[in-house]
């Protein structure tokens, strides 16, 4: 017990250090392991256990938000296909520059360099949904097409896995066809739960036995089969709100993912050195995905947040790097020089997708940008010239300040939203929404142009969200009258000290508007 409690002690001190530091606390945790190897601290055998469960649940969660035609997509099977066996061919390239200049590299021979550059070619999953995450985009146009990739990516890894196996899928691996009715039987018995620690239950057993343990019986990866396991229960009206009850669960567990990583071995100067140099490759391979998904038609700008956002390497590198060690093709010293490669790449990834919008819009610049009818149909121009008032964010909030601005009060609403599963829904209700990105400085120049909005409402559930759009509307001149929303005192005052007089604080507010109905409901009693 006293070994947890310095795990714990040191993963939380690392993570609030860099919430202190203003830094993502993902990073802390990621020092924190290499901290507690670097003390010689006992590795917990439960640590591995609790990242392989916390990655689980994180793909059933993915899963369950996944709309499965999207992989379909020619941008998303067509940008992943290219770009790893680019990506590879690139990857294999530096190493052979880097073994010309006499650093020492995997291996003499083509095999091992191609193998380094394939493990390299990876983006991470878990730190990409997790950015997403935060960011409240997983359901945006480049979040899915994020999301998209990164499958594609753990399909191919599934499938090098499974050849370079010295065991190779159980002929049992083809009863997994019987979930498809299997998950007709699991949609029915949710049905019948209800809310709150039953679902939660439920949800994390559909992840673990049909899903995880099921596959890993027959010889395939269990964390693809809880993703599969999640999609196929997508459909159920409850399935957003699952993914949200094991949100926390699913956070704290992944600590112990990025913790583990800083137990793969301490790295000499020499093995930082030479994962330092591995970072050359992240720019390059973020530049080809944006180039890839613009040459598939993306904007710029989707383009660009989707090439930062998968600009990192993956925690799969670990596991080529595994394999080419016991195949005798690495030396045990490239696992902790692609351990260390790795950590760091997350780091200046959370860092770089922190500043995202801005970096985003500095870089847009400079690329040229496709006509108008060559684009993606979901990354058109949006016409809202007839609008007054903008509500930013269609959720629960935003619908109910679209009624009441629209219904009561007479003035031209127009909705935005990023989702667009909801888009479609809230169309078909009759609802005036457009698909956009709030945070888009194009998208506010085009706002602007019209003339005609006074009002901008942002209702987004991110606050992170509503501060970028709060930015680009300052940025753009916008003097009409700006209203807010915020979940805890200290985001109102931020958003106060950014200049909007209007801020409404949901649960304070939502205690506000009971007592007022309640008085109103007395009140027509005593009449």
Partial sequence: MSTVAIYLVVAFGAGALAVLARLPPLIGFLAAGFVLNGLGVERLPALDQLADVGVTLMLFGIGLKLDARSLLRREVWGTAGIHLVLSTALGAGLLGLLMLVGLQLPGENLSALLLAGFALSFSSTVLVFKVLEERSETTSLYGRVAIGILIIQDVAAVAFITVTSEHPPSPW????????????????????????????????????????????????????????????????????????????????LLVAFFVSIGFHGMPTLEMLAMSVLLLGLLPVQAMLFVLLLWLFGLRRRTSLRTGLALGNHSEFALIVGAIGVSAGMFDDDWLVMLSVAVALSFVISALVN???????????????????????????????????????????????????????????????????????????????????????????????????????VLAMPFHGSNLVALQQLSATGFDGVVAAVAQYDDEVQELRGHGVRTVFNLYSGAGIALAAETVEALGHRAD
């Fill in 173 to 252: 691996a083809l009863a997994l066809v019987l979930l498809l009715p299997a998950a007709w039987v699991f949609r029915r018995i949710w049905d019948g739960i209800g809310h709150g620690e039953l679902q939660a239950l439920f949800g994390v057993a559909m992840a673990l036995v049909p899903g995880y343990i099921a596959f890993s019986a027959v010889g395939l990866k269990g964390d693809l089969g809880a993703l599969l396991v999640g999609m196929l229960l997508a459909s159920h009206a409850n399935a957003g709100e699952l993914s949200r009850t094991l949100f926390t669960l699913k956070d704290l």
């Fill in 354 to 456: 922190r500043r995202g919008s801005s970096l985003t819009s500095a870089l847009a610049r400079r690329l040229p940008e496709h006509p108008d009818d060559r684009l993606h149909p979901e990354d058109r121009p949006i016409d809202i010239s007839h609008a007054t008032v903008l509500v930013l964010g269609m959720g629960r909030v935003g619908q109910a300040a679209y009624r009441e601005l629209s219904e009561e009060h007479g003035f031209s609403v127009v909705g935005i939203e990023n989702a667009t599963d909801r888009v479609e829904r809230l169309r078909a209700q009759g609802i005036d929404v457009q698909e956009a990105d709030a945070t888009d400085q194009e998208f506010w120049e085009r706002v602007i142009a019209t003339g005609h909005v006074q009002v901008a």
